[in-house]
């Protein structure tokens, strides 16, 4: 009898080693697909950021918006894509109005987007009491 309990004891206990194992492994794993997921933002931000600046062309301003927009919708908690989604549309806008008079036609849809983009950017200053 005595046999039994110790056997059993010796058992419960590799039981408990093998779930601790277990969950070190998957905490692991699921901390290495999250920098991974972080890493593949940081890169795509860190080839569009300079190209907004640098970029004088409207229709390369958009697709950049574009860009930072697709981006946004895949980091939603991440609120600098919103933010240079909203600039990028407000840059190709005035861009597009350079030295042209009447140009609302064209460009208030542009400011529209630039709206729409950067409402999560404002939400996300509101729900960490930055504004």
Do not use: C
Not at 6 to 29: E, G, N, S
Request: proline share 3%.
């Amino acid at each position: 009898m005595h046999y039994k309990k110790v056997h059993l004891l010796k058992l419960k206990i590799k039981i408990t080693d093998m779930k601790k194992q277990f969950l070190f492994i998957a905490a692991l794993f699921i901390s290495i697909l999250s920098f991974s997921q972080s890493e593949k933002y940081t890169k795509a931000m860190e080839q569009l950021v300079p190209a907004v600046d640098t970029t004088r062309d409207a229709d390369k301003l958009t697709n950049l918006a574009n860009s930072f927009q697709r981006i946004a919708d895949a980091e939603k908690n991440q609120w600098l894509p919103y933010y240079y989604a909203a600039f990028a549309n407000v840059s190709a806008a005035y861009v597009m109005s350079m030295g042209q008079m009447g140009m609302a036609d064209k460009t208030d849809p542009i400011a529209d987007k630039a709206s729409v983009a950067d409402a999560p950017f404002m939400n996300f200053l509101r729900s960490n009491d930055v504004l």
